[in-house]
T-cell receptor, first 112, second 114 residues
């Protein structure tokens, strides 16, 4: 079964706007990660946030984690057409097997 | 980019035939994973390996087997392909010592079972 559920499933914005995607999960985690997938390509790791962290930044990306609500959000600021892709959250369980459980993803379209 | 290749990149086969997909890495990473990606399901883990000859089942392992005889190669076999196994298959690797849960993905294999 899927651990993560992402919201919205699809998002369309204009270039320069901010994009926010949300991820909810069910069980305790060691960390939560976000990945991007361009059409027809493999996934690319964007950012990892540990369970004891609340916020993390990387360039135009901001990730928050609320373990009490079992949820995370990914904010992309000042979006560009090149940000058009699918975005997936993935959780690593506290048992630390190296396994990830992926959400179903949010498809982001950034219009120029 | 992490040195991960998958072969073949595309394959069309018939129901009941055996199929083997290969994942090859040049990073010497200990952990390797096979996922399938289907619309509406995201990525689901099929099998994974945490070392040579050490493998374990994932979420959707029925109908699949794997082998890892060398660090660099992880093979996924469909013993008798079915139409429900039509999917895009991704291999991934990760390494302890980094944030080893971070995974690096191959380019994918698109498999069609007729």
């Amino acid at each position: 079964s899927q651990q993560g559920e992402e919201d919205p499933q699809a998002l369309s914005i204009q270039e320069g706007e901010n994009a926010t995607m949300n991820c909810s999960y069910k069980t305790s985690i060691n960390n939560l990660q976000w990945y991007r997938q361009n059409s027809g390509r493999g996934l690319v790791h964007l950012i990892l946030i540990r369970s004891n962290e609340r916020e993390k930044h990387s360039g135009r990306l901001r990730v928050t984690l609320d373990t009490s609500k079992k949820s995370s959000s990914l904010l992309i600021t000042a979006s560009r057409a090149a940000d058009t892709a699918s975005y997936f959250c993935a959780t690593a369980s506290s048992s630390n097997t190296g396994k990830l459980i992926f959400g179903q993803g949010t498809t982001l379209q950034v219009k120029p | 980019d992490a040195g991960i290749t998958q072969s073949p990149r595309h394959k069309v086969t018939e129901t009941g035939t055996p199929v083997t997909l290969r994942c090859h890495q040049t990073e010497n990473h200990r952990y390797m994973y096979w996922y399938r990606q289907d619309p509406g399901h995201g990525l689901r883990l099929i099998h994974y390996s945490y070392g040579v000859k050490d493998t374990d089942k994932g979420e959707v392992s029925d109908g699949y087997s794997v082998s890892r005889s060398k660090t660099e190669d992880f093979l996924l076999t469909l013993e008798s392909a079915t139409s429900s196994q039509t999917s895009v298959y991704f291999c991934a690797i990760s390494a302890p010592g980094l944030d080893y849960n971070e995974q690096f993905f191959g380019p994918g294999t698109r498999l069609t079972v007729l």
